[in-house]
Every structure is written in structure tokens, then in C-alpha cells.
């Protein structure tokens, strides 16, 4: 996962567990107060400023760097299955009206594609990867 500023902020018995073989970001703030947790599972964490509160609730197992977390959990999992990328057709993006699409998932609809398409494609993955951490700290604070 590559990300520019990454925030996480967990209190109270809610827990972040970010589960990628790769975490890359610019700034990183990773904040747990009142038994909260954040576990980064990747082998490489990267990061230009870093800075957490609640060292020994922050855990980073397989990291060679673990940029002053003490923590020594494992991340765990989550019962809710995963859900690979899927495409989205380029008119409902443009779209300012709520509708509800179904997305292709046949494999002759991507056999070929530009290299504008795999862009997109790419920045719309990162999106949702941002996504769902965003998504996870607001599931943590409800």
C-alpha cells in the first residue's frame, strides 16, 4: 500500500489491523488511547515523518523498522470477506446522478486495455485501499 499522509486513530476496544506485504506513505500519525490497537503487518514500513502515541499499542510484527512502536501483537484478520478490485465503468464516474450499476466481471471486457485504463484503474484500487482504512477507523470510533 502507498499512500501520501496516512492518520489512524483507534480508542476505547477498537482495533486497526492494515494487512499488506508493503506500506509505504509520506507522513504517517498513528494515535490509540484507552486500550485501542494498530497492527501494520507489512515486512516494510515506510515512511517520511512518523509519529505515534501509545507505543506499546502499536504493533508492527514484521517490520525491520518499527519506527518506535513496542508493540508485539499480531495483526489480526477480519471475518468480513474481502473483495477483489472490481472495474467500474467510466460513466457512472462521471456521473453527478446516484444510480446503481452492476460492474463486468467477465474477462473478455479486460483482455485489452490502454495504458490511460490501467492508470485509472490503479488510482481507483489505491482509492479504495485508502478507503477502507478510513472505513475501518470510522467502524472503531462508532
Known amino acids: 500500500m502507498s499512500a501520501g499522509s ?3 486513530d483507534v480508542e476505547g476496544s477498537a482495533s486497526i489491523s492494515v494487512l499488506s ?12 488511547e ?3 490497537t494498530i497492527c501494520i503487518d507489512a515486512k516494510e514500513v515506510t515512511t517520511g515523518d512518523y509519529w505515534g502515541e501509545g507505543a ?3 504493533s508492527m510484527p514484521k517490520a525491520s523498522d518499527k519506527h518506535g ?7 489480526e484478520g477480519s471475518s ?10 467510466s460513466a457512472s464516474m462521471n456521473s453527478n446522478t446516484s444510480s ?3 460492474a463486468d466481471t467477465s474477462k473478455s471486457s479486460r483482455s485489452e486495455t490502454s495504458p490511460e485504463e490501467s492508470s485509472s484503474s490503479a ?13 475501518l477507523a470510522l467502524m472503531a470510533i462508532m
Open 100 to 102: 446503481s450499476t452492476t
Open 21 to 32: 506485504p508493503l506500506f509505504e506513505s509520506n507522513d504517517l500519525t498513528l494515535d490509540t
Open 6 to 8: 496516512v492518520v489512524m
Open 34 to 36: 484507552s486500550g485501542g
Open 123 to 135: 488510482l481507483r484500487k489505491l482509492d479504495l485501499k485508502e478507503f477502507f482504512i478510513v472505513g
Open 80 to 89: 468480513i470477506p474481502v473483495r477483489g478490485p472490481d472495474s467500474v465503468p
Open 69 to 75: 512502536s513496542t508493540g508485539t501483537f499480531a495483526c
Open 56 to 58: 506499546s499499542k502499536i
